[in-house]
T-cell receptor, first 118, second 114 residues
Framework: AQKITQTQPGMFVQEKEAVTLDCTYDTSDPSYGLFWYKQPSSGEMIFLIYQGSYDQQNATEGRYSLNFQKARKSANLVISASQLGDSAMYFCAMRGPPGGGSNYKLTFGKGTLLTVNP | EAQVTQNPRYLITVTGKKLTVTCSQNMNHEYMSWYRQDPGLGLRQIYYSMNVEVTDKGDVPEGYKVSRKEKRNFPLILESPSPNQTSLYFC?????????????FGSGTQLSVL
Protein backbone atom coordinates (compact mmCIF):
# COMPACT_ATOMS: atom_id res chain seq x y z
CA ALA A 1 0.00 0.00 0.00
CA GLN A 2 1.09 3.52 -0.69
CA LYS A 3 1.67 5.94 2.14
CA ILE A 4 2.57 9.62 2.26
CA THR A 5 3.79 11.31 5.43
CA GLN A 6 3.95 15.04 5.97
CA THR A 7 5.35 15.65 9.44
CA GLN A 8 4.89 19.42 9.58
CA PRO A 9 1.29 20.36 10.37
CA GLY A 10 2.21 24.06 10.10
CA MET A 11 5.12 26.17 8.93
CA PHE A 12 5.88 29.88 9.09
CA VAL A 13 8.20 31.78 6.76
CA GLN A 14 9.07 35.41 6.23
CA GLU A 15 8.20 36.95 2.91
CA LYS A 16 11.02 36.62 0.35
CA GLU A 17 12.68 33.76 2.20
CA ALA A 18 12.84 30.16 1.02
CA VAL A 19 10.97 27.36 2.75
CA THR A 20 11.12 23.56 2.56
CA LEU A 21 8.05 21.41 3.13
CA ASP A 22 8.83 17.82 4.00
CA CYS A 23 7.35 14.72 2.45
CA THR A 24 8.29 11.08 2.79
CA TYR A 25 6.61 8.22 1.00
CA ASP A 26 6.40 4.48 0.97
CA THR A 27 5.47 2.18 -1.88
CA SER A 28 6.36 -1.22 -3.28
CA ASP A 29 5.89 -0.09 -6.89
CA PRO A 30 9.12 0.64 -8.76
CA SER A 31 7.24 3.10 -10.97
CA TYR A 32 5.37 5.98 -9.37
CA GLY A 33 4.74 9.68 -9.60
CA LEU A 34 5.07 12.27 -6.86
CA PHE A 35 3.03 15.46 -6.86
CA TRP A 36 2.58 18.59 -4.84
CA TYR A 37 -0.70 20.44 -4.74
CA LYS A 38 -1.58 23.77 -3.16
CA GLN A 39 -4.97 24.40 -1.57
CA PRO A 40 -5.61 28.07 -0.72
CA SER A 41 -8.39 29.09 1.64
CA SER A 42 -10.77 29.26 -1.32
CA GLY A 43 -10.57 25.48 -1.48
CA GLU A 44 -9.45 24.58 -4.99
CA MET A 45 -6.60 22.12 -5.57
CA ILE A 46 -3.80 23.64 -7.64
CA PHE A 47 -1.13 21.42 -9.19
CA LEU A 48 2.39 22.68 -8.49
CA ILE A 49 4.99 20.14 -9.53
CA TYR A 50 5.52 16.53 -10.61
CA GLN A 51 8.43 14.11 -10.22
CA GLY A 52 8.55 10.70 -11.86
CA SER A 53 10.32 7.89 -10.05
CA TYR A 54 12.68 7.37 -12.98
CA ASP A 55 13.44 11.04 -13.53
CA GLN A 56 17.13 11.70 -13.05
CA GLN A 57 16.82 15.41 -12.43
CA ASN A 58 14.88 17.17 -9.71
CA ALA A 59 11.73 18.81 -11.05
CA THR A 60 11.45 22.59 -11.11
CA GLU A 61 8.52 24.87 -11.94
CA GLY A 62 9.24 28.54 -11.49
CA ARG A 63 9.73 29.21 -7.77
CA TYR A 64 8.93 25.59 -6.92
CA SER A 65 11.45 22.79 -6.91
CA LEU A 66 11.22 19.23 -5.71
CA ASN A 67 14.16 17.81 -3.78
CA PHE A 68 13.84 14.14 -4.75
CA GLN A 69 15.94 11.68 -2.76
CA LYS A 70 14.86 8.27 -3.97
CA ALA A 71 16.96 6.18 -1.59
CA ARG A 72 15.56 8.08 1.37
CA LYS A 73 12.06 8.07 -0.13
CA SER A 74 11.67 11.76 0.31
CA ALA A 75 10.19 14.39 -1.99
CA ASN A 76 10.47 17.75 -0.29
CA LEU A 77 9.01 20.87 -1.86
CA VAL A 78 11.18 23.97 -1.86
CA ILE A 79 9.53 27.33 -2.42
CA SER A 80 12.00 30.11 -3.12
CA ALA A 81 11.33 33.80 -2.47
CA SER A 82 8.05 33.24 -0.60
CA GLN A 83 5.16 35.55 -1.33
CA LEU A 84 2.10 36.39 0.76
CA GLY A 85 0.00 34.55 -1.79
CA ASP A 86 1.87 31.34 -1.00
CA SER A 87 -0.01 31.08 2.29
CA ALA A 88 -2.05 27.90 1.85
CA MET A 89 -2.28 24.21 2.66
CA TYR A 90 0.23 22.12 0.72
CA PHE A 91 -0.31 18.46 -0.04
CA CYS A 92 2.23 15.90 -1.12
CA ALA A 93 0.73 13.04 -3.12
CA MET A 94 1.78 9.85 -4.85
CA ARG A 95 0.36 7.87 -7.72
CA GLY A 96 1.25 4.31 -8.63
CA PRO A 97 1.28 2.90 -12.15
CA PRO A 98 -1.95 2.28 -14.05
CA GLY A 99 -3.07 -1.28 -13.44
CA GLY A 100 -1.30 -1.36 -10.10
CA GLY A 101 -2.97 -2.21 -6.82
CA SER A 102 -3.63 1.39 -5.82
CA ASN A 103 -6.59 1.98 -8.19
CA TYR A 104 -4.32 4.51 -9.88
CA LYS A 105 -5.55 7.00 -7.32
CA LEU A 106 -3.62 9.86 -5.86
CA THR A 107 -2.71 9.07 -2.24
CA PHE A 108 -2.40 12.30 -0.26
CA GLY A 109 -0.52 13.26 2.84
CA LYS A 110 -2.37 15.18 5.55
CA GLY A 111 -0.93 18.48 4.43
CA THR A 112 1.21 21.32 5.77
CA LEU A 113 -0.33 24.72 6.41
CA LEU A 114 2.15 27.36 5.29
CA THR A 115 1.84 30.91 6.55
CA VAL A 116 3.94 33.63 4.94
CA ASN A 117 4.51 36.61 7.19
CA PRO A 118 5.11 40.12 5.80
CA GLU B 1 -9.10 26.67 -21.46
CA ALA B 2 -8.36 23.17 -20.16
CA GLN B 3 -10.49 22.58 -17.12
CA VAL B 4 -12.61 20.33 -14.97
CA THR B 5 -15.98 21.87 -14.28
CA GLN B 6 -17.95 20.88 -11.22
CA ASN B 7 -21.40 22.05 -10.28
CA PRO B 8 -22.76 23.23 -7.98
CA ARG B 9 -20.06 24.94 -5.94
CA TYR B 10 -22.19 24.90 -2.79
CA LEU B 11 -25.15 22.68 -1.97
CA ILE B 12 -27.30 22.42 1.12
CA THR B 13 -29.84 19.63 1.18
CA VAL B 14 -31.83 17.49 3.58
CA THR B 15 -31.45 13.86 4.51
CA GLY B 16 -32.85 11.49 1.91
CA LYS B 17 -33.27 13.93 -0.97
CA LYS B 18 -31.48 12.56 -4.01
CA LEU B 19 -28.86 14.82 -5.56
CA THR B 20 -26.34 14.83 -8.36
CA VAL B 21 -23.05 16.67 -8.55
CA THR B 22 -21.95 17.11 -12.13
CA CYS B 23 -18.39 16.91 -13.42
CA SER B 24 -17.19 17.60 -16.93
CA GLN B 25 -13.69 17.84 -18.44
CA ASN B 26 -12.64 19.19 -21.81
CA MET B 27 -9.20 17.58 -22.06
CA ASN B 28 -10.22 14.19 -23.51
CA HIS B 29 -8.95 12.46 -20.39
CA GLU B 30 -9.55 8.75 -19.97
CA TYR B 31 -9.30 8.76 -16.19
CA MET B 32 -11.81 10.48 -13.91
CA SER B 33 -12.26 10.22 -10.19
CA TRP B 34 -14.19 11.57 -7.22
CA TYR B 35 -12.64 12.45 -3.85
CA ARG B 36 -14.05 13.72 -0.62
CA GLN B 37 -12.06 15.87 1.78
CA ASP B 38 -12.74 15.83 5.50
CA PRO B 39 -10.81 17.53 8.32
CA GLY B 40 -8.22 15.20 9.80
CA LEU B 41 -8.89 12.53 7.18
CA GLY B 42 -7.45 14.20 4.10
CA LEU B 43 -8.69 13.32 0.64
CA ARG B 44 -10.21 9.92 0.06
CA GLN B 45 -11.19 8.40 -3.25
CA ILE B 46 -14.88 7.54 -3.71
CA TYR B 47 -15.09 6.13 -7.24
CA TYR B 48 -12.98 6.20 -10.34
CA SER B 49 -13.28 5.46 -14.03
CA MET B 50 -10.58 4.41 -16.45
CA ASN B 51 -12.75 4.93 -19.53
CA VAL B 52 -16.32 5.13 -20.80
CA GLU B 53 -18.57 2.55 -19.14
CA VAL B 54 -15.68 1.44 -16.87
CA THR B 55 -16.11 2.47 -13.25
CA ASP B 56 -14.93 1.01 -9.97
CA LYS B 57 -15.03 1.62 -6.26
CA GLY B 58 -12.45 3.63 -4.41
CA ASP B 59 -11.86 3.64 -0.68
CA VAL B 60 -15.20 5.07 0.48
CA PRO B 61 -17.91 4.18 -2.08
CA GLU B 62 -20.83 3.51 0.31
CA GLY B 63 -23.77 5.78 -0.31
CA TYR B 64 -22.57 6.98 -3.72
CA LYS B 65 -23.13 6.06 -7.34
CA VAL B 66 -21.39 7.17 -10.52
CA SER B 67 -21.79 6.69 -14.23
CA ARG B 68 -19.54 7.25 -17.24
CA LYS B 69 -21.71 7.27 -20.33
CA GLU B 70 -19.57 9.84 -22.12
CA LYS B 71 -15.85 10.41 -21.87
CA ARG B 72 -16.18 14.00 -20.69
CA ASN B 73 -18.78 13.54 -17.93
CA PHE B 74 -18.62 11.74 -14.61
CA PRO B 75 -21.52 12.66 -12.32
CA LEU B 76 -21.63 11.73 -8.65
CA ILE B 77 -25.03 10.64 -7.38
CA LEU B 78 -26.18 10.51 -3.78
CA GLU B 79 -29.42 8.51 -3.83
CA SER B 80 -30.28 9.13 -0.18
CA PRO B 81 -27.86 11.61 1.37
CA SER B 82 -27.09 11.42 5.07
CA PRO B 83 -25.39 13.94 7.39
CA ASN B 84 -22.14 11.91 7.37
CA GLN B 85 -21.84 12.76 3.67
CA THR B 86 -21.39 16.41 4.52
CA SER B 87 -17.99 17.10 3.00
CA LEU B 88 -15.98 18.92 0.35
CA TYR B 89 -16.08 16.93 -2.89
CA PHE B 90 -13.62 17.07 -5.75
CA CYS B 91 -13.82 15.67 -9.23
CA UNK B 92 -10.50 15.08 -11.00
CA UNK B 93 -9.31 13.85 -14.36
CA UNK B 94 -6.07 12.89 -16.07
CA UNK B 95 -4.49 11.06 -18.92
CA UNK B 96 -3.33 7.55 -18.08
CA UNK B 97 0.36 6.90 -17.63
CA UNK B 98 3.49 8.80 -18.54
CA UNK B 99 4.67 12.20 -17.50
CA UNK B 100 1.26 13.74 -18.19
CA UNK B 101 -0.58 11.81 -15.50
CA UNK B 102 -1.10 14.74 -13.18
CA UNK B 103 -4.66 15.03 -11.90
CA UNK B 104 -6.60 18.15 -12.79
CA PHE B 105 -9.15 19.02 -10.12
CA GLY B 106 -12.46 20.77 -10.31
CA SER B 107 -13.14 23.72 -8.00
CA GLY B 108 -14.88 21.53 -5.44
CA THR B 109 -18.44 21.18 -4.16
CA GLN B 110 -19.13 21.95 -0.53
CA LEU B 111 -22.07 19.74 0.42
CA SER B 112 -24.05 20.07 3.63
CA VAL B 113 -26.67 17.45 4.45
CA LEU B 114 -29.05 18.52 7.22
Amino acid sequence: AQKITQTQPGMFVQEKEAVTLDCTYDTSDPSYGLFWYKQPSSGEMIFLIYQGSYDQQNATEGRYSLNFQKARKSANLVISASQLGDSAMYFCAMRGPPGGGSNYKLTFGKGTLLTVNP
Amino acid sequence: EAQVTQNPRYLITVTGKKLTVTCSQNMNHEYMSWYRQDPGLGLRQIYYSMNVEVTDKGDVPEGYKVSRKEKRNFPLILESPSPNQTSLYFCASSLIGGANEKLFFGSGTQLSVL
